[in-house]
């Protein structure tokens, strides 16, 4: 059998990803899930442009990786601030994404 090929799509996060804009990103990051085959998918969220996250930002995060959890899919954040690192950290939700240093 010739293994699958990875699917990657990736999703810009907004410059604050907080209580005004968490539903819109949640909404258009489960489209982006569902959109891929489960098992063998990952979503790459890139935060580059993103200035604040909080706790309702944070909270859209952990809904968005519980659903591609539910889909046997992976969700990398990409160029995560030092603020954003830790606080995953300080919640213990590090360990729930992958983690890509800022793109050169």
């Given at each position: 059998m010739v293994p699958q090929a990875q699917t990657?799509?990736?999703l810009h996060a907004p410059?604050?990803?907080g209580l005004d804009t968490r539903a819109s990103f949640r909404q258009a990051a489960v489209s982006v899930l569902e959109e891929m085959?489960?098992?063998?998918?990952?979503?790459?969220?890139d935060l580059s442009a993103t200035q604040h996250v909080d706790s309702?930002?944070?909270g859209a995060l952990m809904l968005v990786?519980?659903?591609a959890g539910e889909r046997r899919q992976r969700v990398t954040l990409r160029s995560a601030s030092e603020e954003l690192r830790f606080l995953l950290m300080l919640t213990k939700l590090e360990d729930l994404f992958?983690?890509?240093p800022k793109q050169a």
């Open positions: 990657v799509r990736q410059s604050s990803l085959p489960e098992g063998e998918s990952r979503l790459v969220i309702a930002g944070l990786q519980r659903r992958e983690l890509e």
